[in-house]
């Protein structure tokens, strides 16, 4: 079995799309199509289901999709010890991260690292926390941003972002009067809130129900600037960043810190344990831990 066929079969299976398979491996669709139905005549089974707007992995799919991973990551760690490879000038990395928050520091440390390893390309994907952490499990992801469990045992990670929340809200709102903010103040407010792919949706409502209310949530989202804009239509309030609060227009919308202990939101840049990384990974993680001063 040719391992560039259980290449392509993986990247089909990542972005749920031959189209971008093909556009991934920088070669045609054609090409795709033929190499997983090469695969599924070899093994007898169908791998996808697909109608006009999906492509979904089949049971048999998802079962060849672990060994698939397994093989090639094993001839990956072969292949990885020699020429390029071995010598870091060459390689790709693939990382998730949330949608809603900013993440200045990581944006640092990425450009940082391609300064230094111009040839080793990091692929980018924008999933809520949940989805990120899924792809991790199922191999799909090197590395995912999220917030993990602290005494979570299946990852590895590095904490590299503590950004307190603020209260964000229209200028008109009665919240202006004060110069800092603790829940109980929000308890006639309407919230704008994360949506549950996210820790802080959990916190922030848990957080309320301990001031003694049930907030009322008008919408749950993943988009930050359809947030903001529920905020700069004065339909309620968010809780939101203060890097992202620093970046807003003043005169649209009014930020206030909460009183210690102020609600932290806390990233860490994880992978799981015992995974089989590239050597540009490893090397990712390795430039990681010392740009964030990580032993």
């Not at 007898?44 to 999906?54: A, E, I, N, P, W």
């Not at 990551?73 to 000038?89: A, C, D, R, V």
Request: glycine share 4%.
């Amino acid at each position: 079995m040719d391992i560039k066929i259980l290449e392509c079969f993986m990247e089909v299976a990542r972005h749920k799309s031959f189209s971008k398979a093909a556009e991934i491996m920088y070669i045609s669709q054609p090409s795709i199509s033929r190499a997983i139905k090469e695969l599924e005549s070899q093994l007898g089974v169908t791998l996808f289901y697909r109608d006009t707007k999906s492509v979904e992995l089949t049971d048999a799919g998802e079962i060849i999709l672990q060994q698939a991973q397994q093989i090639v990551s094993s001839f990956q760690n072969i292949t990885s010890q020699l020429g390029e490879l071995k010598s870091m000038q060459s390689g790709k990395i693939y990382v998730g991260l949330p949608q809603i928050t900013a993440i200045t520091t990581f944006s640092n440390m990425i450009n940082s690292f391609r300064k230094e390893y111009p040839n080793i390309y990091i692929q980018l994907y924008e999933f809520g926390p949940k989805k990120v952490e899924a792809s991790i499990q199922d191999g799909l992801l090197d590395i995912g941003i999220f917030t993990p469990a602290e005494d979570n045992k299946i990852y590895e990670k590095i904490w590299f972002e503590e950004d307190p929340l603020e209260v964000v809200m229209h200028p008109a709102n009665r919240l202006t009067q004060y110069e800092v903010m603790d829940y109980r103040k929000l308890i006639d407010e309407h919230f704008i809130l994360y949506n549950n792919e996210y820790h802080l949706h959990d916190m922030i409502i848990n957080a309320c129900n301990h001031a003694g209310f049930q907030p009322k949530i008008i919408l749950e989202t993943s988009q930050r600037e359809w947030m903001i804009q529920m905020v700069m239509d004065n339909l309620g309030i968010a809780l939101l960043p203060s890097k992202i609060c620093r970046s807003l227009d003043t005169k649209m919308v009014a930020c206030r810190p909460f009183l210690d202990p102020k609600p932290w939101l806390r990233l860490a840049l994880v992978w799981k344990k015992g995974r089989y990384l590239s050597f540009a990974a490893r090397e990712f993680i390795l430039f990681a831990k010392k740009h964030y001063g990580v032993k």
